[in-house]
């Protein structure tokens, strides 16, 4: 899960960095290309990642302290997380927490109040928060090259970034971790601020290995956020039971998020658990259906079937499909489209969506890739 953590109150701040970047006045770019480059590795690094295994260390550094704590990490991404903390002197993450996530759900145990915070979340799209800042800093942000470094006995890149011109930012988002962290200033603040971030990509992987981000006056820091990786691995296999999560036994369970009635493997195993018949799209050669989950809230919702295609080739590549009893889009703030001859709505955005109905069901396809040809994978549906 992504969380997102306040440092300090206020507005916003400006930024001023240490390295030439394109878009100066004064300074040639130099090392653009380059760092444009390692940029662009780091994504297709993990848009094709399976897994990745590190130890990480994430320090944050404000006015009234500082913290650290040093975890154990599995990644599948998008979806699959295994978060174990070593060290820790973040009261919110004490040592031998334990943080799961799959597909299904994510257990969150914390050893200091023996709670184990299952969360069953059947709705829940698997993005991929990390390769998202990665697009976002090669989009919008000028980006320096300052030359390599060692992090861990690993030849890194150093790479410098700073938005464009007038950009203000609002926070400061960590590439590597899971954690956004919030540092809002007042406008009193503005004034001798630097803002420097400093991402360090390792040569072999050619995939962020840390990070830095600080806030600065008067060469003196205020504020700031660390992450690094020892032992980085990356596509060497990962244990089946790694992304499970069995509680202590003396540990006390609290359950959040609809459970759903059954998680089925096909179609025919989804079949004789819902109501009405299930659709069969054409979806594109490269996906392949994961699972179908199954919710039933029969007072208010009825009986809710989604149907989630993924390609396992990339990651966050995925679509899905829901069948429901009841309505849930909002048909005056969609664009009515048609789709053989039958009215639609279509949402563009994030998640790209289509909504229909037919008799007494509704349907929706979604994708998160925006090139993925959704109103053909509708008309495969048509009214069944």
Not at 76 to 98: F, H, L, M, Y
Not at 340 to 368: H, K, M, P
Request: charged share 30%; glycine share 6%; aromatic share 8%.
């Amino acid at each position: 899960m992504n969380r997102r953590r306040v440092l300090a109150a206020g507005a916003t701040l400006t930024l001023a960095g240490c390295v030439s970047y394109p878009g100066s006045e004064t300074d040639e770019p130099t090392g653009e290309a380059f760092a444009v480059e390692l940029v662009e590795d780091a994504i297709a690094t993990r848009r094709g990642m399976t897994d990745l295994t590190a130890r990480r260390t994430m320090s944050v550094e404000t006015p009234d302290g500082a913290v650290e704590r040093t975890e154990d990490v599995v990644r599948a991404p998008p979806a699959k997380q295994r978060i174990e903390v070593v060290e820790s002197t973040d009261p919110n993450a004490p040592a031998g927490s334990v943080t799961v996530t799959n597909r299904e759900r994510t257990w969150e145990y914390n050893p200091e109040t023996e709670i184990v915070d299952l969360q069953h979340h059947p709705y829940k799209v698997d993005t991929d928060g990390t390769r998202r800042v990665l697009e976002t800093l090669l989009e919008e942000y000028r980006l320096g090259y300052d030359g390599t470094t060692t992090v861990d006995g690993r030849e890194a890149h150093v790479v410098e970034t700073r938005p464009p011109v007038d950009d203000v930012g609002r926070s400061i988002d960590l590439v590597v971790g899971d954690t956004t962290y919030v540092v809002p200033l007042s406008a009193a603040d503005l004034e001798g601020l630097d803002v420097a971030r400093t991402i360090w990509i390792d040569d072999e992987y050619r995939y962020p290995i840390g990070e830095r981000n600080a806030v600065e006056e008067d060469g003196e820091t205020r504020y700031s956020v660390s992450v690094t990786y020892e032992g980085l691995s990356i596509d060497d296999g990962t244990d089946s039971e790694t992304f499970t999560f069995q509680p202590p036994r003396d540990a006390r369970v609290v359950t959040d998020g609809p459970e759903p009635d059954g998680v089925f493997e096909s179609r025919t195993e989804a079949a004789d658990a819902v109501p009405y018949d299930l659709p069969n799209p054409d979806v594109p050669n490269a996906y392949r259906l994961d699972r179908v989950t199954v919710v039933e809230k029969a007072e208010r919702f009825g009986t809710t079937t989604t149907l989630w295609y993924n390609d396992p080739n990339a990651v966050a590549r995925e679509l899905f499909v829901v069948v429901r009893e009841v309505r849930r889009f909002n048909s005056n703030v969609l664009e009515e489209i048609e789709i053989d001859g039958r009215t639609a709505y279509y949402r563009d955005g994030r998640i790209q969506s289509i909504f229909w109905e037919c008799d007494d069901l509704n349907y929706e396809v979604s994708s998160l890739t925006v090139d993925e040809p959704i109103r053909e994978i509708a008309a495969s549906i048509g009214c069944p």
